[in-house]
């Protein structure tokens, strides 16, 4: 099968169910907060394998906004937007704006693996966790002012070459299960320890004492960090 093939039925498959009626909705009306967690690590994976491409065309920086093929100077037809939702009815009802421009530059990338492009052919799966982000239902991102906002919290608008830097995130779909598992067992334990539980919970990675501090910031508010005993090991803050 084609780069492109492939990426067409991909992008037929996702479920608009997903997406219908979820802009008026609250964050957490819409996704668990593991989820959510699950999401921003295929979004910073999104970002670091950019940065790498960046580092390699010597590149600074890009905008979200701004596909990979144009990177290397392709453009967009002029009635590509428009006759996107024609070739993929699915978009007629999701109506997300960077979900729309990530499918479509993601295709065009494919097209272009297919044309045997040797730039692309070194990056075939830099629209991957993008891609995968949307078939959980993640997609449900916007922008505003200068940063790329969700139920995740934020991410700055513009990818830096540095985040080429990073490690990769592992986005197997068993490493984003054990994430939102993670936090579940967290929520959890919390609920228990408000109640007034002296019952202990461990960490799911390592088996280690998980440690619940509990804060109150200046104003009053009430939070908590929940910290593997471990070094580098689980640490959130919950409210
Ligand atoms: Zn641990």
Known sequence: ?????????????????LYVGILKKRYEEVRSRGEYEADSILIAEYYRRVGVFLQFLSIEATSIYVGMDMLIGYKMDENEWDNFPVKFPNFK????????????HYLRWCS??????????????????MIKLFERGGGQISTHHHELVGGFGAFSRSIDSRRGDKKPFD???????????EVEHTEAYLAEHKRGSQ?????????????IQSNITEYGY?????????DDCFNKNFS
């Open 199 to 211: 019952t202990e919970y461990t960490c799911i990675r390592c088996s280690s004492r998980l440690l």
């Open 171 to 181: 986005i197997s779909d068993y490493a984003l299960k054990l994430i939102i598992n």
């Open 93 to 104: 009802e999701i109506d997300i704006m960077l979900m729309k421009l990530f499918s479509i």
């Open 1 to 17: 099968m084609s780069y492109y093939k492939e990426a067409a039925e991909r992008i037929k498959s996702i479920d608009p169910n």
């Open 222 to 230: 009430q939070w908590y960090k929940i910290k593997c005993e471990s």
């Open 112 to 129: 272009l693996l297919d044309s045997g492009n040797l730039i692309a052919l070194q990056f075939p799966d830099i629209y991957e966790p």
